[in-house]
């Protein structure tokens, strides 16, 4: 790569991006959050960092495969993240999926304890409960469970899930084809992806509050490519 092939162009964008992320996040430091809302984007936000900053560093070392692997984690936290902001509601939906999944996680162990385990979890299932409804008593309490599917159809972004979603699944739980890289006919969108991801997230913080000052230009760069 010489730097001027799309490769680089294309890594040097994400890494300007990563970069306002980074202190569009460190801008919300000491700030108090208002709601489990704020702190739901300003946590996934930081979690997409951390897999973009991994994503850059695995890249700029020629491990483009080891790099794939971290797609699928930035997507899926963005594709929540989008689906509260579009509609706030589904964070109760997300959170309920979440506990019901730490039941799930504990029921195998098969130990004396795993009922006391369960039972603490739904003490602090109600906790929760009690304190959102507090914050949010406009929304409605669906105790249902919020596949990442149904996320994106609510938010509107299911053809991309349907798209992009599913290519870097492949990777994630090994599929042959991504193992022998016979989709590697797709690696352009690598770099493409991790940037949208990373820029979707410094737009959420700056709902709630943070100072992105480079994103418009950084944005007007990213829809030229």
């Known amino acids: 790569m010489n730097g001027n092939d799309p490769e680089s162009i294309s890594l040097q964008m994400l890494r300007d991006m990563q970069a306002e992320l980074r202190d569009a996040l460190n801008s919300l430091g000491g700030r108090q959050r208002d709601g489990l809302l ?21 890249r700029e070392s020629g491990r483009f495969d080891a790099s794939k692997l971290l797609v699928r984690t930035a997507l899926e936290a963005v594709i929540r993240v989008h689906a509260v902001r579009q509609k706030p509601e589904l964070l109760f939906r997300i959170a309920f999926t979440e506990f019901e999944e730490d039941k799930k996680w504990v029921r195998p162990f098969n130990r004396p304890e795993i009922e006391d385990a369960i039972q603490a979890i739904d003490r602090q299932w109600q906790e929760f409960r009690q304190a959102y409804h507090a914050k949010y ?64 997230s410094v737009d959420a913080l ?18 030229s490519k």
């Open 137 to 200: 008593p406009e929304h409605p309490l669906t105790e249902k469970e919020l596949p990442l599917r149904r996320a994106a159809e609510l938010a509107g972004i299911d053809p991309y899930y349907d798209s992009h979603y599913r290519l870097y699944c492949r990777f994630t739980h090994a599929a042959f084809r991504a193992s022998t890289g016979d989709l590697n006919d797709f690696e352009a969108e690598d770099n493409r992806t991790m940037t949208l991801c990373a820029f979707a």
């Open 206 to 223: 700056v709902a709630i509050g943070a100072v992105a000052p480079n994103l418009p230009k950084l944005k007007e760069r990213m829809s």
């Open 38 to 58: 704020d702190g739901y984007i300003g946590y996934s936000a930081a979690h997409i960092n951390r897999a973009v900053e991994g994503y850059i560093f695995l």
